[in-house]
């Protein structure tokens, strides 16, 4: 017997299909990170290799992925509370907590398939345009990359939860786009003109890396550095000396994961309690 | 029944939880401070019997739905349904009731096909999707259409079918005629008998009186929030002595017409060779024709003119039946 969330999940996903959702997911990604890892070649100064290639590819896709993800996933509740036919699946015995896991699961393969997809096309164009792969180095992108879809896709879903209609979930999504990818680059910055008095050189204190690695994009680009770069000497160099114990790429990947975990646990409460007439 | 008072209850009817498909207990929704949509309402739906729901637009029918699917959590009181809570236990009772809700909407990429099958899996049934079809009159060429091209009564068919999945025990139907041709009116009130007869329960929401009028057993009226009256239609046309006129044509009036001692008849009207009537209490129309004959009168015809419905729902609603009134909105 299918759990009613893994049925759930399985409609959301065709679905995906259906809308070819999917497949714009792949062709964006793919053409995107294919021409940002081609840059280094187009640019006679830079000097470029394959991860450089790779880590071109994961500047771009740290942009892009959540706000894939974030339409991907905005709409998965709140559009079906607009419409009614969450009334209908309500009234089925799956519960509110049911439909939500169903959905967030349902959108997170449908992200991940598409984010997968979309790298190998770029795997294959980074192969053929340096001669070679850094299997290693590719497949843990591919896997942080799609582990950045899935944080998104929990806001995401973690907004929708918590909105009636299309705009005001809608106003969230961009709202978090702009606040946890944009705004929050330059948040480190201005906390450390204030705490120092001058802007961040150089050599930066260690808050200053956790600060930036704070927001899933964040967290994203300093865990790809460590594995494009090997290991932690990159972010000694940074420091000036060793490194403290809270810049583990496990902190990072913790604040991953709470970025999937926490909107998610948010906007099941608020759904739950919520009076869907 | 006393129609004195504005508002009635239907509790404290001798009968326990295993009979009762619905039973609110003091049910009260208040939206924010000034929207007061459901008002102390104590009402039980007996299993195997079709009950009409009835109440202008906005009488707070949808919302006591919402509370008993647990679309909306209660401001005070409780549900239970098939002995459920409605809060607490809400799994259970989805498993086993169908709805038809208000203000729903369906998929319009899936064909009408994929969403039977989505009911059914999630519902872990094993229906046939071809004879749920049948039921609701749905052609097997539509259903493989996207829902997005379907026509409103296409739309509520397919609605209809879905709350048929899993031959529920309790079947809620929320205002099903909406949208629908003459057809399709008549088709509901045949499930809604159909399932019946297989010992099933009916909540059958109107705002249309002769909608639920031929199918139900009981009624209730809702109004601004409060239950005005529970009761079968020939009880509620007694009660409000709005009941029919018994229009007899005989060959010779008698000397001695005896009719206006029969209980239950209101006003008796002579007019050359004809009798009108006016009868409070269905019973009492029977008595009328046996005791015209025993007065001496050969009968030639009879005609029986039931008080339009309309006319009842207004003498309990205190207002027009269709419109004006929406201090709470239909939700």
Not at chain 1, 50 to 58: C, D, K, L, N, T
Not at chain 1, 62 to 74: D, E, Q, R, S, T
Not at chain 1, 166 to 171: F, G, K
Request: net charge negative; with cysteine.
């Amino acid at each position: 017997m299918t759990a009613v969330w893994l049925t759930i999940a399985r409609k959301e996903f065709a679905d995906a299909l259906r809308s070819r959702m999917i497949w714009g997911i792949v062709a964006v990604i793919a053409v995107m990170t294919s021409l940002s890892a081609s840059i280094s070649l187009l640019v006679p100064d830079v000097e470029g290799g394959a991860e450089m290639a790779i880590g071109g590819a994961s500047q771009f896709a740290g942009l892009l992925v959540p706000i894939m993800a974030l339409i991907a996933a905005y709409l998965a509740i709140a559009g079906e509370r607009e419409s009614g036919s969450l009334k209908v699946i309500l009234g089925l015995p799956p519960s509110r907590g049911e439909v939500l896991l169903g959905k967030f699961l349902g959108r997170c393969g449908v992200v991940a398939i598409g984010l997968t997809l979309g790298f190998v096309v770029s795997g294959v164009v980074t192969t053929a345009l340096y001669g070679g792969l850094p299997v290693g180095a590719f497949v843990g992108t591919t896997l942080l990359t799609v582990l950045l879809g899935v944080s998104f896709v929990g806001i995401a879903i973690g907004i929708s939860a918590v909105t009636r209609t299309r705009a005001p979930a809608m106003t969230l999504a961009i709202t978090a786009y702009l606040g946890l990818t944009l705004l929050w680059d330059l948040a480190p910055n201005a906390v450390h003109l204030l705490v120092t008095g001058e802007m961040p050189g150089q050599v930066v204190p260690g808050w200053f890396l956790l600060l930036q690695g704070l927001s899933p994009t964040g967290a994203y680009n300093a865990l790809v550095q460590r594995l494009l770069l090997g290991g932690g000497t990159a972010v000694e160099a940074r420091l000036g000396g060793p490194e403290p114990a809270y810049l583990d790429p496990v902190v990072f990947l913790g604040i991953l994961v709470a970025w999937a975990v926490v909107p998610l646990a948010v906007g099941y409460v608020g759904f739950s309690r919520a009076d869907l007439s | 029944m006393d129609t004195g008072s504005r508002a009635v209850s239907d509790a404290g009817v001798s009968a326990d939880d295993e009979s009762a498909a619905i039973r609110t207990t003091g049910l009260t929704k208040r939206y924010g401070d000034d929207v007061l949509a459901v008002d102390d309402l104590d009402l039980t739906v007996y299993e195997g019997e079709i009950f009409g729901f009835l109440g202008p637009n906005g009488a707070g029918k949808s919302t006591t739905i919402d509370v008993i699917m647990d679309y909306v959590r209660p401001t005070a009181g409780s549900a239970t349904v098939l002995g459920f809570d409605a809060q607490t236990e809400t799994r259970a009772i989805h498993e086993r009731v169908g709805i038809l809700p208000d203000g729903y909407g369906l998929y319009d990429r899936l064909s009408g096909r994929k969403h039977l099958e989505y009911a059914i899996s999630l519902k872990r049934a094993d229906d046939d999707v071809d004879e749920l079809l049948d039921r609701v009159g749905l052609d097997t060429a539509a259903a493989e259409r996207v829902v997005g091209g379907y026509s409103k009564g296409m739309t509520q068919r397919l609605a209809l079918a879905i709350a048929l999945v899993g031959d529920p025990e309790l079947l809620i139907l929320d205002e099903p005629s909406s949208g629908l041709d003459p057809n399709g009116v008549r088709l509901v009130r045949e499930i809604a008998r159909d399932h019946a007869d297989r010992g099933k329960t009916v909540f059958f929401s109107s705002h249309i009186l002769s909608q639920v009028e031929a199918v139900c057993d009981r009624v209730a009226i809702l109004n601004r929030g409060r239950l005005v009256a529970v009761d079968t239609i020939d009880g509620l046309r007694d009660a409000l002595g709005t009941g029919s006129t018994v229009t007899l044509t005989v060959d010779a009036v008698p000397e001695s017409l005896t009719l206006a001692d029969i209980v239950g008849v209101s006003e008796v009207a002579v007019d050359g060779r004809t009798v009108r009537v006016r009868v409070d209490e269905a019973s009492a129309k029977v008595d009328v024709i046996d005791q015209v004959r025993e007065d001496g009168a050969a009968l030639l015809d009879v005609a029986i003119e039931e008080s339009s419905l309309e006319d009842l729902f207004s003498a309990y609603t205190g207002d027009a039946p269709r419109g004006a009134d929406a201090s709470a909105g239909d939700r």
